[in-house]
């Protein structure tokens, strides 16, 4: 056999996909994991031509699933971020759109056994050490994935899937407020730097002479903007602790701006050197925290809620994510206790996903 056969599940969670695969069935080293993985998405091409991407950074991301030894976690969840055109991967960000379909995945994988009408699986984040708790709806044995629940960026509507995440705040950084302030000021832009499911370098949108309310290819194609935005991130990475960014998808870029459409605040969200076309999972909890935090940028673009658990409607490019934040202001500001969503998976394919034994020979090193 001239190539090496690896098991998968392929699978949109939330408005990403890619291959989920058992974390067993790939080598441990992650050098070696790295080369796989780039082989398997087809790096290296704007098209993901001679791989199973799909040429946009929200179709390059892989889950690696595995039975958790954590005393509360059931499934252990090893992400992935492939890069479309250069041959890099990053292991250091966790996805939240991804980690919708490791439910599903680990049900499909015999990781988990499938309860009447509902499975609830506890999900360690192997990445950032969050713990998410996911309710799959399921039947005779398997998962459902019909349902009514609809999320913008996804044309059709499936079963929900609901998530509860904990111990978000400080997974990359060990802060909620990395640089220890609620705003700092980099280039002439005042920022807010926030580690909450994702560190975040998070600006408002007429900061840098936008609307907020820009497309996703008008944003793409002004290139100053992103230069400017660039060099932002990556002294508030410095500033963060987070060493040279330069090369690492984090931390992620968002803008905030006045609502237009009834919900709480406008954002885009960059992934960092495109926007994302909807919003991701990770990013959402992220703003809604920059949101309910009093000193942000966040400031004046909303009137903030008094109510707890709180639901920031965050109106993306493609419409609209609830976030319910469950949260207690203190004398030293916010403490968040959990953020909770509603989202969607389908499984899309199975089956073996093909590389090159050069790259890997598999488990078994002989030749056959």
């Known amino acids: 056999m001239s190539q090496t056969a690896i098991p998968f599940w392929f699978m949109r969670g939330g408005t990403s996909r890619g291959p989920y695969f058992r974390r067993d069935d790939l080598p441990a080293d992650q050098d070696h994991l790295a080369e796989i993985l780039i082989s398997v998405v087809g790096s290296g091409h704007p098209l993901n031509i001679d791989g199973i991407g799909g040429g946009n950074a929200v179709t390059t991301k ?15 969840y090893f992400f992935a971020q492939v890069s479309v055109e250069e041959r890099t991967v990053d292991f250091k960000p966790t996805c939240g759109n991804i980690l919708t379909g490791v439910g599903p995945a680990a049900i499909e994988m015999g990781l988990i056994a499938p309860e009447p009408h509902e499975t609830a699986i506890n999900i360690r984040a192997v990445n950032t050490g969050a713990r998410v708790r996911s309710v799959v709806q399921t039947a005779n044995d398997c998962v459902t994935y019909d349902g009514a629940a609809r999320i913008d960026g996804v044309p059709e509507t499936a079963a929900p899937i609901a998530l509860q995440f904990m111990d978000t705040v400080g997974g990359a950084t060990g802060a909620f407020l990395p640089t220890g302030n609620l705003v700092d000021t980099f280039d002439g832009i005042d920022v807010t730097c926030m580690d909450v499911a994702m560190p975040m370098v998070i600006a408002r949108a007429a900061d840098f002479g936008l609307t ?22 990556i002294k508030a990475g410095e500033a963060m602790g987070m060493s040279n960014v330069a090369d690492s998808v984090t931390p992620k870029f968002g803008l905030l701006a006045p609502a ?16 994302h076309p909807t919003m991701a999972v990770t990013g959402a909890q992220c703003l809604a925290s920059c949101v309910l935090a009093q000193g942000s940028v966040a400031d004046r673009l909303m009137a903030r809620p008094n109510a707890t658990p709180a639901t920031i409607t965050l109106e993306h490019a493609s419409g609209q994510i609830d976030v319910v934040v469950d949260y207690a202001l203190t004398d030293t500001g916010l403490e968040l206790k959990s953020a909770g969503l509603v989202r969607t998976a389908r499984l899309l394919a199975r089956g ?17």
């Open 212 to 233: 907020g309310y820009e497309t996703v290819d008008q944003l793409d194609a002004d290139r100053e903007f992103f230069d400017r935005m660039e060099a932002v991130r």
């Open 352 to 368: 073996d996903v093909m590389i090159p034994r050069a790259i890997w020979a598999g488990f078994d090193e002989v030749s056959t």
């Open 62 to 76: 892989v889950a690696m699933l595995s039975k958790s030894e954590d005393d509360w976690a059931d499934v252990d």
């Open 260 to 275: 237009q459409s009834g919900g709480s605040v406008a954002a885009r969200y960059f992934m960092p050197w495109k926007t």
